[in-house]
């Protein structure tokens, strides 16, 4: 082997080590990145919440999958809007109760509530969409009088009570209930095991791609300065997913072979252990009168 | 050919990954009841294919490979009878322990095998915690796998194989990327597993370790063929073996005034420096 005569000698192109360059963010690719790491960290928290010792956390998966499942139910088939802040807020208390920051949990679902209902709410509010009477005037159009009216903004309003009420029990029950402990829970709810066990792999193996872009970008990093150059940014998110694409494949074919190698046929088998408790019969127990009185109240409010 | 005591007759064996690139060409190799066997090579050689074909992943393209007296091909492994025994009695650790540890928990991943083979559920439970009380990973059951470091993967992948009780064990570079302490660790499982009477092979290029994985070595060159054969002593002396297959190189240094040459393996460099 001949060292290169080029690689014994001092680099004289290299600039000095000084801060006296054009200081910019990060771009596109980083951001994308650095949204990466925020999903495991996020993941990590959550597998942190599911381990406290609370109410919720202690309370079996198949009974919190079902509540979650009935409650659900009345949110979707509720006419009322203040039964479903009473739902809201009763997600809310069950949270603080079980050592859920009631903070972290009104956040998460306050971030996709406008994401998911906000086209659909705010045109239901026009007066052209649902006539009555108009509480905030906007103008006219084509001679008609324009504005928000009463029945639109309650059935906006009724919208996006149902959004917040219906992802807060999902959240709720997904950060209180380890990933493994949901899956046992949803076959013993008769999902098909082999849908159980590619949505196992799928979450498992996520974090490890995951990982493999980081050190990817990390190690582009390591060699090049920032590029703000969209099409090499682009082309290198493009490099990156092909590589990926690769890893994915090449790992799933060793994967599969391991289940083999330990008496995969094609039938996936899992123990679904432990017997229900107290705690479950608790938690049970205040979803099915929680269930009750909101239907109880729409009924009621309704006539 | 005694089947009573030969567990693996490799008889001429060819493999070639996607009919181009030639992992194994004519290799043969018995494997005894109760044999620990090193299959030494530089990377890309085909010790990890010899492995895959003893564990009945893959058939070879020409010539046979016989495990328990039956001839393993597609149709055989098939078998529901045959491929549950065989699975139950070969245990394969693969190099990869990201690639082995597919399961959300690690429970889960250690009642996969047994599971899937046919154990009833409460002899499962017990044998789970039985192994991960043996390799002592207990605290590591309700963990998930991306949350453990290498050494404890390792150690969770070998319980994943363990926990069938199998009677011959396939590591595939068992040693690689290891800390010191995990490495010991393993060795003295590998003497304890070959001492309850497992028949145990190993692919490795790790020399040092070599009198402590195996009885017997079998050297691939770099055609993927086997140019060698014998004992950890014979093979390690054995230097133009080593250097044709690429497992140990001629070393020049300097020694304060003087430049000398020596192989450049195991301890080697330690023992023939301190002299000097």
């Known amino acids: 082997m001949t060292t290169p005569a080029w690689l014994v000698e001092p680099e004289a192109r290299m600039g000095p080590c000084a801060c006296c360059g054009r200081r910019t963010k990060g771009d596109f690719v980083e951001k994308t990145i650095a949204g990466a790491g925020r999903v495991l960290r996020a993941t990590m928290f959550s597998s942190d919440l599911a381990g406290e010792d609370g109410y919720l956390q202690r309370a079996d998966a198949r009974v919190k999958v079902g509540s979650a499942l009935a409650l659900l139910l009345v949110a979707a088939f509720t006419r009322h809007v203040s039964v479903l802040v009473g739902l809201y807020t009763s997600t809310v208390l069950a949270a603080s109760a079980s050592r859920v920051p009631a903070r972290f949990l009104v956040r998460r679902v306050w971030l996709f509530v406008p994401l998911f209902t906000a086209v659909v709410a705010l045109p239901a509010a026009l007066s052209v969409i649902t006539p009555g009477h108009i509480v905030v005037p906007l103008g006219t159009w084509f001679g008609t009088p324009l504005g928000l009216t009463a029945q639109g903004l309650t059935a906006a309003a009724l919208i996006v009570m149902r959004a917040a009420t219906s992802i807060s029990v999902v959240v709720l029950l997904t950060i209180t209930t380890p990933w493994p402990r949901l899956l046992s829970a949803l076959r013993s709810l008769r999902v098909p095991r082999a849908f159980v066990l590619v949505l196992g792999l799928a979450y498992r193996y996520l974090f490890h791609l995951l990982t493999s872009i980081t050190d990817m970008y990390e190690a582009r990093k390591a060699r090049a300065p920032r590029d703000h150059d969209l099409v090499r940014g682009r082309a290198f998110v493009a490099a990156t997913a092909g590589a990926t694409f690769g890893k994915a494949h090449a790992l799933s074919e060793e994967v599969y072979l391991a289940m083999v190698a330990r008496g995969y046929r094609g039938q996936a088998t899992a123990i679904d252990r432990r017997p229900l408790g107290a705690i479950d019969l608790l938690v049970f127990s205040a979803v099915v009168a929680v269930t009750l009185l909101a239907i109880g109240v729409d009924h009621v409010v309704v006539h | ?276």
């Open chain 2, 1 to 276: 050919m005694s089947w009573s005591t030969d567990v693996f007759v490799v008889d001429d064996v060819n493999y070639r990954y996607l009919e181009r690139f030639v992992a194994l060409a004519g290799v043969s190799l018995t494997v005894r009841a109760g044999e620990r066997v090193a299959l030494l090579g530089a990377n890309g050689c085909g010790k990890s294919t010899m492995l895959k074909l003893l564990a009945g992943l893959i058939v070879p393209e020409r010539g046979t490979v016989h495990a328990f007296g039956t001839e393993l091909t597609e149709a055989v492994l098939d078998d529901d009878q045959f491929g549950r025994a065989f699975r139950a009695r070969v245990g394969f650790v693969f190099q990869s322990s990201d690639a082995q540890l597919f399961s959300p928990t690690v429970r889960d991943e250690v009642s996969f095998g047994p599971l899937h083979l046919g154990f009833e559920c409460s002899e499962v439970e017990q044998r789970v915690d039985d192994v991960l009380a043996l390799l002592d990973i207990a605290e590591l059951a309700e963990r998930a796998p991306y949350q453990l470091s290498g050494g404890e993967k390792k150690r969770v992948a070998i319980a994943s194989v363990l926990v069938t009780n199998p009677d011959v064990l396939l590591f595939d570079e068992p040693t690689a990327g290891l800390d010191p302490r995990t490495q010991e660790w393993f060795l003295d499982l590998v003497v304890e597993l070959h001492r309850a009477g497992k028949t145990i092979v190993c692919a490795t290029h790790d020399l040092a370790a070599l009198d402590r994985l195996a009885d017997r070595c079998v050297v691939f060159s770099e055609e993927h063929r086997i140019v060698g054969a014998g004992s950890p002593a014979e093979i390690l002396a054995d230097v133009s073996l080593l250097e044709s297959a690429n497992l140990a190189h001629v070393h020049a240094h300097r020694h304060h005034d003087r430049v000398h040459t020596h192989r450049h393996d195991l301890d080697h460099h330690e023992t023939e420096c301190e002299h000097r």
